[in-house]
């Protein structure tokens, strides 16, 4: 094999799809780092994404890549509708039931998605689409690059938010220490809110981003929930810039894989790096968290 | 909530259902929920046209009704036993379409179907598993085991002269049977596979694989897979990279939903192959009749679902409603001897029958002449895209 | 409609019931006892489920096998060997804490349950296995499930009064203090280690049992059947929702899961036909629903933890 096979057919779409795993294993860490548990319904919020962006083609025929904010927008409100109805008289019981309850979730989401816009696979627009060159060597298609961009703008934008803010600082007091967070007169309640709204907006991003890479249907999400999983635990539990370097070596690790195993181990490869890595690193590549 | 009120409402939903009287049911078993779900609206509504035409044309015995009970069966021996279970002993069926997987019909045939004695047709298993179930002549399929369709594409592509091919396929029952059968006949016949290869159906991309594969040298990629599902995302991918330049797929590739999301335009290269009858008359009439009624006639599995209804239904007016005598009657109205009866035509098939003649039921699927293990013979033609449907190429062998 | 289909009804839900019961115990000992958070049963369902499917089951080409060994010896055989994959599993993962822990766990599963769809000449792959003995299976229906079923329920009476005199037992108590404070324990040369090591190692075995009970009542497997979230994710639903802590509330949450799951589709059928497919998207929603409205109104289980000492001062997600 040579490096423009191994760049194009390997490293490319392994830096694509771990840059979209990246985009929803940060919404897991938030839900981990600020409201400590699992959320099981982040797959299927994906998924809600999506198709909330298509029916913002199909029913206001937007331009794709317009219909993202729209998607971001409601899944946004719908993420704090969740969080107020099904999680927060949760909110002082032991972590298990919020988990619990989220699985209910995922599985009234993936209804919802299945009633409204039926099982098959679709697009949000027909045709395929032919990659560019560049530098002579490197196959780029539009899209890719749109993704690639879209995803380093989201990425700077929440550290910027989280940075430069006294909202996004209050999040991250949040993360660290509740308890002193709370002490030092942060909005338990506006966090929370302020949260799901950025965790409902990164997860129709993701949908968006891995549904215009390839198909649209209803187990899209539920589908790449373990990677994600996989990737915010394997950067570290609560940690941002972990998250996004799980999702890129989770990403990548699944097409090299191909180059040593058999492709039916493909989705294994995930795991058995999660599992090398936490063997010597308990709490993940950058030291995340212990809840 | 305590045990006894769970009970207690158990019985008072199960009790208040409405009583059987007049009418025949069928249970209709899908996998509408899980891995398959992308298929599973068209098959129901195929099956459920079955039962509408017989209704609409007298009805079963003496103006009774034939109901058709709807169940989930999953993709997964557990979702398939509990709504088997609930056909057998809630809604009382005579004989059941489907499970949808192989898993679950080897579950729901093993744990209730044969057990109870009723008569289950598959419109979709096609795992060498369920011939050698020990089922009492009461397992029936309508779609051919894998068997057929891999070796009669392998024989097919050898005749087009297209001997060397690379090969992926789905990690299922279904994507690992045609695929094995079609490198055992392809090698057979002197073709040469330059790459072989299982893939997950989960994935978002297989541009690695497809790499890989690429790197053996082939034109032509044999995709065993559901265009409804990664064989959409397998197709587009090697397209849009030029991986290959000529597609071959198994009916599980025969999908609207790919010509949908990838242009019809674009798939000038692909070919398909998918069972048929003898002649493709009966064809003709069940896509004629479902396409009337808003159906996808090329929906996966669509003809073989109508089929196992129609059949059952005929099944069951031949035995007279008696469960006992179903199975012989099922092998007496899907073989020959007997007058030819076509898909729709419920009317002439319930006066034959009346009138004690044999009948023949050649359906949009093949003719169904079950062997011994309730088995059918494939036969295939091949199909490639134009406009935004499929049309028949050639008859394969 | 009539007495003797819905007595069928039930002994086959009765018989999942206890499958699924098995586990929720199993899952009791590991995490309501221990706090262990394994989220890899179906692993450890798929490991005894073919183990004994191997064990009993006729030859077949290709397929390591043919050894027909009797079912006890099969059912033994599942444990075991569950229990013995689960040592060196607990020794690696159990350093790990809390989500960590599930992640490594949920990863082991679905590295199980590749291999079981891909070793053809171990587990027959996508095709599993079949041909596997049901004890009593060539009686009638009613009276085969019957007998299948006390079969089922004389193993689940076993492992609770196993599981619950371990409860009561000195390890039990050492269990629960080792969970509820582990610093003190360990301050008071408890081995934490090794107890939580047994805790997983006992609930494993108890999977590992429940995956052969299912195979041989289906007499046959497939790797669909090991889908985490008909197995793993449920049966976590059945012991949160039962009572963690309780052994009954892990049977009671069992029986209770199963029926809304189960009856949740007479209700959707009770929809016209023309939207038949949508009822049963509807079904999932109601599926749940029921899930929210159970924890809302019974946020510590159907029957909680007796709490026989004070209560615990952290919670573990």
Redo the contacts between chains.
């Keep these: 094999m040579d490096a423009y096979e191994f760049i194009n057919f390997h490293l490319v779409p392994g830096l694509l799809l771990g840059s979209i795993y990246a985009i929803g294993a940060i919404g897991v860490t938030l839900v981990f780092g600020i409201l400590r548990f699992a959320h099981l319904a982040h797959g299927d919020l994906i998924t809600l994404g999506a198709f909330l962006a298509l029916g913002a083609v199909t029913l206001g025929g937007l331009d794709p890549w317009l219909a993202l904010p729209v998607a971001m927008a409601l899944a946004a409100a719908v993420a704090v509708g969740i969080d107020a109805s099904c999680y927060a008289y949760l909110r002082e019981r032991p972590r298990i039931l919020t988990v619990m309850a989220s699985l209910g979730v995922a599985l009234m989401v993936r209804s919802v998605v299945q009633m409204g816009w039926g099982t098959d696979p679709t697009t949000y627009t027909t045709g395929i689409l032919r990659p560019d060159e560049y530098f002579g060597f490197i196959l780029l298609r539009d899209r890719e690059l749109a993704t690639f961009a879209a995803v380093i703008v989201l990425v700077a934008a929440l550290e910027a938010f989280l940075r430069l803010t006294r909202w996004g600082r209050a999040m991250r007091a949040m993360s660290d220490n509740p308890d002193l967070a709370r002490l030092c007169g942060v909005d338990n309640r506006q966090v929370v809110r302020l949260t799901w709204i950025i965790v409902g907006m990164l997860c129709a991003a993701a949908g968006f981003l891995l549904g215009i890479n390839t198909e649209v249907w209803a187990m899209m999400g539920w589908w790449v929930l373990l990677p994600v999983f996989a990737a915010a635990i394997l950067g570290g539990v609560g940690r941002i810039d972990g998250a996004v370097l799980g999702g890129l070596v989770i990403g990548l690790a699944e097409e090299l894989s191909v180059l040593v195993l058999p492709a039916q181990y493909k989705s294994a490869t995930a795991f058995v790096i999660l599992l090398l890595v936490l063997l010597f690193r308990p709490r993940g590549i950058l030291k995340g968290k212990v809840l | 909530m305590t045990r006894k009120h769970f009970i207690g409402a158990a019985l008072a939903a199960a009790m208040t259902l409405p009583a059987a009287a007049q009418e025949a049911k069928i249970g209709l078993l899908f996998g509408i929920s899980g891995g398959i779900s992308a298929m599973a609206p068209t098959m129901v509504e195929a099956a459920q046209l079955a039962v509408e035409q017989v209704n609409a044309q007298g009805g079963i015995g003496n103006g009774g009704k034939l109901v058709a009970a709807l169940g989930d069966s999953g993709c997964n021996p557990q979702a398939a036993t509990d709504a088997a279970t609930k056909a057998v002993n809630i809604d009382r069926v005579l004989a059941i379409v489907g499970p949808s997987c192989s898993g679950s019909v080897l579950a729901a045939a093993n744990s209730v179907t044969v057990p109870a004695g009723v008569p289950l047709v598959s419109p979709s298993s096609t795992s060498p598993q369920v011939t050698r179930l020990a089922d009492k002549d009461l397992v029936f399929r309508t779609v051919p085991s894998d068997a057929y369709q891999g070796a009669a594409l392998a024989r097919t592509l050898i005749e087009r002269d297209t001997r060397s091919v690379a090969v992926t396929y789905l990690a299922n029952d279904y994507g690992t049977g045609l695929a094995e059968s079609f490198r055992a006949e392809y090698e057979a016949q002197g073709g040469t596979i330059t790459g072989f290869q299982q893939h997950d159906g989960s994935k978002a991309s297989y541009r690695s694989e497809l790499s890989r594969l690429a790197r053996g040298g082939a034109d032509t990629l044999v995709i065993f897979d559901y265009g409804d599902g990664s064989g959409l995302t397998i197709l587009r991918q090697s397209l849009e990279n030029g991986f290959f330049r000529q597609f071959v797929g198994g009916d599980g590739m025969k999908s609207e939903a790919m010509i949908r999301a990838i242009g019809a335009a674009n798939l000038d290269t692909l070919l398909v192959s998918s069972p048929v009858g003898s002649g493709s008359e009966s064809l003709a009439i069940f896509q004629r009749d479902f396409r009337a009624k808003g159906g996808n006639p090329d929906g996966i599995f669509a003809t073989t679902s109508y089929d196992a209804a129609f059949l059952l239904a005929l099944a069951i007016e031949h035995a007279g409603g008696d469960r006992a005598k179903l199975s012989a009657s099922l092998r007496a109205v899907a073989g020959a001897p007997g007058e030819a009866i076509r898909p729709g035509e419920w009317a002439r098939a319930k006066k034959l029958i009346a009138e004690g003649r044999d009948i023949d039921y050649q359906g949009a699927a093949g003719d169904h002449a079950f062997d011994e293990a309730g088995d059918v013979p494939g036969a295939y033609a091949l199909f490639r895209v134009a406009g935004e449907d499929f049309e028949a190429v050639a008859q394969m062998r | 409609?009539?007495a003797f289909?819905?007595a069928?009804?039930a002994l086959?839900?009765l018989v999942?019931v206890g499958i699924y019961g098995l586990m929720a115990l199993g899952l009791n000992v590991q995490?309501g006892l221990g706090g262990l958070f394994n989220a890899g049963i179906a692993g450890f369902f798929a490991i005894g489920a073919y183990a004994s499917a191997i064990l009993t089951s006729p030859a077949l080409p290709g397929r390591v096998g043919g050894f027909e060994l009797p079912v006890a010896a099969g059912w033994v055989g599942a444990m075991a060997l569950a229990a013995l994959l689960a040592w060196p599993i607990g020794r690696?993962?159990l350093?790990?804490?809390?989500?960590?822990l599930?992640?490594?766990t949920?990863?082991?599963a679905?590295?199980i349950r590749?291999?079981v769809?891909?070793e053809d000449w171990l587990t027959g792959?996508?095709?599993?296995i079949?041909?596997i003995p049901?004890p009593f299976g060539e009686l009638?229906?009613f009276a085969?499930?019957l007998a299948y079923l006390a079969l089922v329920a004389a193993a689940v009476l076993l492992a609770y009064v196993l599981v619950e005199r371990q409860l009561r037992s000195p390890w039990g108590r050492m269990m629960r203090a080792i969970r509820d404070n582990e610093a003190a324990a360990a301050a008071m040369g408890k081995h934490v280690e090794s107890r939580r090591l047994e805790a997983f190692v006992l609930g494993s075995a108890l999977m590992g049992l429940a995956g052969a009970l299912?195979v041989h009542?289906?007499?046959?497997?497939?790797?669909?059947?090991i889908?985490p979230m008909?197995v793993t994710?449920l049966v976590?639903?059945m012991l949160?929702?039962g009572g963690?802590g309780n052994n009954r509330g892990a049977l009671?949450g069992a029986?209770?899961i199963w029926?809304i799951?189960?009856?949740s589709?007479?209700?959707t059928?009770r929809l016209p036909?023309e939207i038949?497919?949508?009822a049963?998207?509807?079904?999932?929603?109601l599926?749940?629903?029921?899930?929210?409205l159970?924890?809302?109104f019974?946020?510590e289980g159907?029957l909680p933890e007796e709490r026989r000492t004070h209560g615990r001062d952290q919670?573990?997600?």
């Design positions: 409609m009539d289909g819905l069928n009804y086959f839900i999942l995490w690696v993962c350093r790990l804490r809390s989500d960590y599930a992640i490594a949920i990863g082991v679905e590295i590749l291999a769809r891909s792959g996508v095709r599993g079949s041909g049901r009638p229906y085969s499930q299912f009542f289906n007499r046959s497997i497939t790797p669909e059947a889908d008909i994710f976590w639903i949160i929702l963690s009671l029986l209770v029926l799951w189960s009856l589709e007479l209700l059928d036909t038949a497919i949508q049963k998207y509807a079904r999932m929603f599926i749940g629903l029921a899930l929210q159970v924890l809302r019974r946020p159907i919670d573990d997600s």
